[in-house]
């Protein structure tokens, strides 16, 4: 249950671990997961550098880890949310922009704002 699109190989639901299917190429299933790759790959030295994370300004911040970082105070953003918010700083603040995106390459992509996802 896989196929070919112009992002890459979607998975099916085997069971493959988190980690194989990141390695393997597929595309983020959750939201959750794509901001952990997104974080990842901002990084580039693998989860030890996403943990130790300290840009407090960037909109996924509170979620790199796969769940909610209790530290930052409120107001929070919904997983959604930050990656609209994400979206729209990418874009230079157009909203226009953020919904046109063509950097399929993104992890973000999929949950973009204006995707149906």
Request: net charge positive.
């Amino acid at each position: 249950m896989s196929r070919d699109g112009s992002r890459g190989v979607v998975c099916g639901r085997s069971t493959q671990a988190r980690a194989g299917r990141i390695s393997a190429g597929c595309l983020p299933r959750t939201r959750a997961e794509a901001i952990l790759r997104h974080c990842q790959e901002c990084a580039s030295e693998g989860s030890e550098s996403v943990r130790l994370c300290d840009n407090e300004a960037c909109p996924l911040w509170r979620h790199r880890l796969g769940r909610e970082a209790k530290v930052a105070p409120p107001p929070m953003l919904t997983r959604q949310r930050a990656i609209w918010a994400f979206c729209l700083a990418c874009s230079g603040g157009d909203r226009k922009t953020a919904r046109r995106c063509l950097s399929s390459t993104c992890q973000l992509w999929a949950y973009r704002p204006g995707a149906a996802a």
